[in-house]
């Protein structure tokens, strides 16, 4: 079936409960810091991005894959999705590997934070967990490579599992996207690059497209945009078939195949306003990708992208603080937008 006769979001790989703590400091090396609050949430690519569009009133089915443990914390994503509204039809759990967790340390006056994750069922997601004959959606997303081992691996032939999905994705009828986990991954850019020729749409931030491409994006500590550019550019030339969108914080850059190159700043937020940036980059991703199924142009998916992403901030978990579509926008009128 063909993309536009196709209807909804499927998304898959990484499904996490996300132990999100918010301290009064980052210590240095033994010494202690204090836990201010602590909470449960989601946590992950596609759970993020599918409760992200579900509370932004997305009015379209919203779709799970992945594998999650037998055990209460498995039990708790199943539930928290369904309650949401997401379908976990092949949302499988395994008694193989405990459900995965991340503990996202919040320094409560930055709101910068740090990931200590347990890969737990994650590490066994594989090609064959992936149903794409029963799933109408119109959108794959698939997140995070270089977090999910057994789609990691490359095989004699140069591909990885990834890749694979995404070409059985395409061979469905489906658009496909991806993201990427900022890692310090010895072969970052061997497991990125098979995965590029099968994409319609890639979305990463600023750390990860530098890793790919092999180039600093940053260098002088602000963010570069003729470098950028020059990575999207890299990038599609590399595969990726529609567009690539490369996002930091103080906006994004999308450049599609035709070479239209569109930027947005982000929200001119004061430091008060920000809490976490738990999620905050699976938020973009959930506003951008709203945009493509509904076949918005560029500028107005970045704009849904930045709104939501600000949004975002105003939590310390990865999706509580999302609201309807039409108050993320709303942001923009409040405190603008910032100049790149």
Known sequence: MEATKRKGVLAGGNFIIDYVKLIDAWPAEDMLASIRSESRSNGGGPYNVLKDLAAMGAGFPLEAVGLVGSDANGDWILEDCRAHGIDTAQLYQT????????DAMTVESTGRRTFFHQRGANALLAPGDFGFGSSQARLFHLAYLMLLDSLDVIEGD????????????????????????????????????????????????EIEAGKITGNNLRPSGSIDLFAVGNAARTLLAGGVRREVVIHFEEGALALDSEDHCHSQGSLNLPQEEIVGATGAGDAFAAGYLHGVHESLSTPER??????????CLSDPTPSSGLVPLPECLALAERFGFRDL
Do not use: K, W
Request: glycine fraction near 4%; charged fraction near 15%.
């Open 95 to 102: 008694a193989h590997a405990p459900t995965s967790y991340t």
């Open 158 to 205: 140069g591909l990885t599992g990834a890749a694979r999905v995404l070409a059985e994705a395409s061979q469905a009828g489906m658009i496909t996207s991806a993201d990427i986990v900022s890692a310090d991954h010895p072969q970052f850019r061997e497991i990125a690059e098979p995965a590029l020729p099968h994409l319609d749409h890639l979305c990463i931030n």
């Open 302 to 311: 970045l704009r849904q992208a930045v709104c939501a992403a600000a949004v």
